[in-house]
T-cell receptor
Framework: EAGVAQSPRYKIIEKRQSVAFWCNPISGHATLYWYQQILGQGPKLLIQFQNNGVVDDSQLPKDRFSAERLKGVDSTLKIQPAKLEDSAVYLC????????????FGPGTRLTVL | GENVEQHPSTLSVQEGDSAVIKCTYSDSASNYFPWYKQELGKRPQLIID?????GEKKDQRIAVTLNKTAKHFSLHITETQPEDSAVYFC????????????FGPGTRLSVLP
């Protein structure tokens, strides 16, 4: 089975610019997650979708970050405007709806904000 | 909310020795505890998990133990090999409504040949 796909793999922007990341989860996985992983730290959940509805976005900086999953499959995460502290790897993960299920991670997008 | 601590932050062992990584969590309602391995530049991958109704689980050289009363769980790797070198993350979650994982800060394990 194909894994979680993300693009781009790398992105370098200047502060105050905007950027968007794309994620395609494993087919049939209803739950999709976006994580921010700062160098040397564990992944931190930004937002969790169940189909096209938001389950948890309590840690998403909503003044600059937004995410959508309009058709319950692909998802995009946007940052506008970017700050230096947004430099991190953005990981997308997906899992089946049922509880106690493994989260499968994509390769991530490494963002550098200059 | 949930808070997960993990120790040690770095661990070096000789090939063939055992390695133990410990995590504590704060939310007594957490009931699912996965461990992920992340090799340099790669995505995290699940290596073992445990539910709160089980005290111990083993898969070949890897085992996880859970103490619900003390709210801590540990990863045990026996007969370590160089390919075990990676960063290991523990996580805790309430397996309700979609499993919001809270990850620990990670342990960098180095297995020296």
């Amino acid at each position: 089975e194909a894994g979680v796909a993300q693009s781009p793999r790398y992105k370098i922007i200047e502060k105050r610019q905007s950027v968007a990341f794309w994620c395609n989860p494993i087919s049939g996985h209803a739950t999709l997650y976006w994580y921010q992983q700062i160098l040397g730290q564990g992944p931190k959940l930004l937002i969790q979708f169940q189909n096209n509805g938001v389950v948890d976005d309590s840690q998403l900086p909503k003044d600059r970050f937004s995410a959508e999953r309009l058709k319950g499959v692909d998802s995009t995460l946007k940052i506008q405007p970017a700050k230096l502290e947004d430099s991190a790897v953005y990981l997308c993960a997906s899992s089946l709806v049922a509880v106690f299920n493994e989260q499968f991670f994509g390769p991530g997008t490494r963002l550098t904000v200059l | 909310g949930e808070n997960v601590e993990q120790h040690p932050s770095t661990l070096s062992v000789q090939e063939g020795d055992s390695a133990v990584i410990k995590c504590t969590y704060s939310d007594s309602a957490s009931n699912y505890f996965p461990w992920y391995k992340q090799e340099l530049g790669k995505r995290p991958q699940l290596i073992i998990d445990i539910r709160s109704n089980v005290g111990e689980k083993k898969d070949q050289r890897i085992a996880v133990t859970l103490n619900k009363t003390a709210k801590h769980f540990s990863l045990h790797i026996t007969e370590t090999q160089p390919e075990d070198s990676a960063v290991y993350f523990c996580a805790a979650s309430r397996a309700l409504g979609g499993q919001n994982f809270v990850f620990g800060p990670g342990t960098r394990l180095s297995v020296l040949p």
